[in-house]
């Protein structure tokens, strides 16, 4: 790699216990319970209503992550997602000390999340993820890692780009939302276009209980946002661009120890 790239970075054991580490994590735990109340309430309501109910959910989910993210952005990088964490990682743009304490923020949120929306529905079922007839686990694989790599490029090329100026900052959530609300509408009715781990981990852990295609939304998310954030750095951005100050930078958007 030419001198100036983002390298892997473990990062020291004191980081998961500093105060700004602890603040990151706990802006991703509210934002990604945020998110998946929303994203899931949606897909309770109106997942059964075959006429526009994956509009509707596709719209819950396109709104739900742009204000998530927008919450959060000047925060801890908005990043609502560990496959996302995992991209920034491998992009060089985030610890793996940071990683694993956002990885355990946002897990626990979306629990949080499921756990509400299950209390405040009387304790009614939250959906299963379920693979369309004719979709085996490795094709919904590799539908979860095209995805997640659109919407971790997404991030890249928005709220982690280290040439933007005030105005890519600002449509970084609206990007960010979109995409993965046209992901929904493309590939929802095949595997549930999930493209976030802990959106299927809450409702999982909560709800249906059961775990024969969880896996899914683990490997395809991690694998298509881990490429996306590291050909992002190593193809796209060049030593030159990391040397220009950031008009608006974000938190999540450099390596930190």
């Known amino acids: 790699m030419r001198a100036g790239r983002r390298r892997f970075n473990v990062g020291r054991l004191a980081t998961a216990t500093d105060p700004g580490t602890l603040r990151d994590a706990a802006a991703e735990l509210l934002a990604t319970a945020v998110f998946v109340f929303a994203a899931e309430g949606a897909t309770l309501s109106f997942g059964r209503d075959k006429s526009g109910g994956l509009v509707a959910v ?20 908005g990043h609502v997602n560990p496959a996302i964490t995992f991209g920034a990682f491998l992009g060089g743009r985030i610890c793996l000390v940071r990683s694993l304490v956002y990885w355990a923020a946002q897990l626990i949120g979306a629990v949080t999340a499921a756990l509400l929306l299950r209390l405040a529905t009387g304790g009614v079922r939250l959906p299963e993820y379920a693979l369309a007839g004719g979709v085996s686990g490795w094709h919904a694989v590799v539908l979860e890692a095209a995805m997640a790599f659109g919407l971790m490029y997404a991030y890249c090329a928005t709220a982690m780009e280290p040439r933007r100026g005030r105005a890519a900052g600002a449509v970084a959530p609206l990007a960010v939302g979109l995409l993965a609300g046209a992901n929904v509408l493309a590939c929802g009715a095949l595997d549930g276009a999930v493209m976030n781990p802990a959106r299927a981990f809450g409702p999982a852990i909560v709800g249906s209980r059961r775990w024969s295609n969880h896996w899914v939304y683990w490997a395809g998310p991690m694998v298509g946002a881990g490429l996306s954030g590291f050909f992002y750095e190593h193809l796209v951005v060049t030593p030159a661009d990391e040397e220009e100050p950031a008009a608006a930078p974000s938190r999540g958007s450099s390596r930190r120890a």
Do not use: D, F, K, W
């Open 58 to 77: 596709a719209l819950a989910h396109a709104l739900a992550l742009a204000a998530a993210v927008a919450c959060t952005l000047n925060i801890s990088g």
